[in-house]
């Protein structure tokens, strides 16, 4: 019955990409994790071919030495959703129902494939250009997260996220109790034909998309993450990863103006937080990015609330960082 299937939870094995030395930890589809390694591993093919030049924050910290880093992290995530919108689904229901028979569509949504270091290479230098961007449209968030990071003496870590979708879920409240439903159904295709058709018993596209990063030589734990906020979350966790691993503190990091393509589409306008420094802001409109700058105020909200704690490999202490466009804090115990 319906009621034994809330309680049932899965534990699926984390799907990954390395990035300068680091392994960067997903949940698998039917979330939209995948997005952001695709994008991660699009910038590191780009830096591995000498396209760009590797990421480094400038000396005021109010945004990367080279225009070209943000121009990248941009296409590469737009690549990134491209992919997500059109093959994450619930896997295991697709595999097991074998509701798609067209068995290279099957392929093409298994993890594995989507992410192919050398399919995402070909793609990324294909389409990369150093001076233009590509064509872009409309954003409509949605959001609705709380999260938490944990790490103890022993460096064990959770990473946990939480929603209920679009403000109050669905706004149903069940009798005698003090929470709303969640609305997660609202992330379904009506396309027949797409693998993350509305189907029964079927998991839908997911936003939440909690994360690990490890040292990939040992997988021994580098710093666990989250970064609330919709289809924010994979671009936070490739802009919040390229960060760390071009030397930043977490709380750094975290501060650093971001970008965010709202409605999580390869087409979709991209919004540029206030606080980038103004040369890089003018040459990203050189380049043609359809582009809402200087968000400020309240609209910070669309990018997101990112939390990290990082452990230092050699002495075990943990560094935290909690993000100052929302509430929270890093606390000790």
Partial sequence: D?????????????????????????????????????????????????????PKCNATGTGWESEQTMHAMIEMMRLGFADAR??????????????????????????????????????????????????????????????????????NAVSFVNSNFMGFGTG???KGCG???QNRGAGFSFEESHPNVIEPYKRPYHTIIPAMITHADTNELYATISNMGGFMQPQGHMQLTVALASGMDPQ??????RFCIADGTHNGAVMIEDGLDEES?????EQGHNMISNVDGFGKSIFGKAQIIKRDRATGVLIAGSDGRSDGCALGF
């Avoid at 093959?87 to 989507?114: A, G, M």
């Avoid at 995402?120 to 949605?142: C, H, M, N, S």
């Fill in 86 to 155: 059109k093959f994450v689904c619930d896997q295991e229901f697709c595999n097991t129902n074998d509701v798609i028979k067209d068995p290279e569509l099957k392929e093409k949504i298994r993890s594995k494939s989507l992410l192919n270091q050398e399919r995402i290479a070909e793609r990324a230098i294909k389409v990369f250009d150093e001076t233009k961007a590509a064509v872009q449209g409309l954003p409509d968030p949605t959001s609705c997260t709380v999260s938490f990071q944990v790490v103890d003496k022993d460096g």
């Fill in 252 to 257: 750094t990091a975290i501060d650093l103006p």
């Fill in 172 to 174: 149903l409240v069940p």
């Fill in 281 to 285: 802001l003018n040459k990203l409109k």
């Fill in 179 to 181: 929470f709303t439903l």
């Fill in 2 to 54: 319906m009621a034994a299937d809330h309680t049932q939870c899965t534990f699926p094995e984390s799907i990954s990409v390395e990035y300068k030395g680091l392994k960067v930890h997903q949940i698998p589809p039917n979330g939209q994790g995948i997005a952001g390694l695709i994008a991660l591993s699009g910038l590191k093919a780009l830096e591995d071919g000498n396209h760009i030049p590797a």
